[in-house]
């Protein structure tokens, strides 16, 4: 079974705002409240290319029953732990302003609640798939996914991992199958602003070094680079399309290079996936079905090269 754990879910406020202008009211012109939060997200779109998941995570109060209640329509399976105090936040997106986002800080998760997860995460056993994605709620250290991954050490899971600073470098040393981070992320753990395809091959290969197996570097419009554990590089460019809504894109991508390997255990078909889920995301209102992915797929895979040209990021 493949689990995904989002400790800080979301409703997803997505407005579109023309003309959006700081320190006046602005109108929006179309909204959307949508679940989200990177393990759901990815656990969506699993479901969408027909790969059988449980998400896992901690929700509260009326906000986080409606997440509770959105991916119960879709036929997700979930074993969410209800928290006793505070919400589950509510992220606003400006579609308008790309990039432009206010991610709230999440409600507290008492030792508790933790140890709850830990005893749901013991039942996992040889062959499964974990994947710990986003960020966690303020109240908690940033070793705590490293903890977990401590505790599963001796069982042979397909660990994923996507997420920032710390909480990604802490994992590094249990040797995940696969971390995405974007271009931005992995500049702000070197403390540097990546700008060319050679400083992202190098940065990867650093994260390597660090015990990573497969870093897998998302570079929005400008497609993606995948470090194989083999040490082999293989680009994309990004499909042409008109940009609708990038929320949930990288974890489109997660999800469509984890249906990719699934499905072949090859690693330039789950590359492939998984740049045409992030596009195919990226190109419509919503997280994308699997009638758009495999028809992205279809153009995707033709773009798909080995080592990289250095140009610079867009
Ligand atoms: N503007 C875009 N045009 C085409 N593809 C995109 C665009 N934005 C995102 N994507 C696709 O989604 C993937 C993940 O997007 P990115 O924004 O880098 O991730 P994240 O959401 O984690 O920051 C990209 O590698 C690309 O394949
Ligand atoms: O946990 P974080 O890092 O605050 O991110 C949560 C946000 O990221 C999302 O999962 C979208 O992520 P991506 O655009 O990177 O795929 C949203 O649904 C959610 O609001």
Redesign the pocket.
């Given at each position: 079974m493949i689990y995904t754990v989002t400790f800080?879910p979301?409703l997803?406020y997505i407005v579109s705002v023309p003309d959006f202008t700081l320190g006046l009211t602005n109108r929006t012109s179309h909204e959307m409240i949508l679940p989200?939060?990177?393990g759901i997200?990815v656990s969506m779109v699993l479901k969408n290319l027909g790969v059988d998941n449980t998400a896992l995570g901690f929700i509260a109060g009326f906000t986080g029953e409606k997440v509770r209640q959105e991916l119960e329509k879709l036929g997700i399976k979930n074993a969410f732990i209800q928290l006793d105090d505070g919400f589950t936040r509510i992220?606003v997106k400006l579609a308008s302003t790309e990039g432009t986002e206010i991610?709230g800080i999440g409600p507290t998760i008492s030792k508790s609640h933790q140890e709850k997860l830990l005893q749901q995460l013991d039942t996992l056993k040889k062959g499964d798939a974990l994947i710990l994605a986003?960020?966690i709620p303020q109240s908690l250290d940033d070793d705590i996914y490293s903890n977990i991954l401590e505790r599963l050490k001796e069982k042979d899971i397909t660990i994923v991992v996507d997420a920032t600073k710390e909480l990604l470098v802490k994992v590094l040393k249990y040797h995940p199958f696969l971390v995405k981070p974007n271009v931005f992320e992995l500049g702000e753990i070197f403390d540097t602003e990546i700008k060319t395809k050679a400083e992202i091959a190098h940065y990867a290969k650093e994260l390597q070094k660090l015990g990573a197996r497969n870093v897998l570097v998302s570079m929005a419009g400008d497609g993606a680079l995948l470090l194989e554990e083999t040490g082999a590089i293989l680009t994309a460019k990004a499909p042409e399309g008109t940009l609708v809504n990038?929320?949930?894109?990288?974890?489109s991508m997660v999800a469509g290079f984890l249906s990719g390997w699934f499905k072949k255990k090859d690693l330039r078909h789950a590359f492939s996936m998984g740049v045409a889920a992030g596009s195919a995301s990226a190109f419509s209102q919503y997280l994308a079905t699997e009638e758009e992915i495999l028809a992205m797929n279809e153009i995707v895979k033709g773009k798909v090269e080995e080592g990289y040209e250095n140009s610079r990021l867009n």
């Open positions: 800080n979301s997803d989200g939060g990177k997200n992220n991610n986003g960020s990038s929320v949930g894109s990288g974890d």
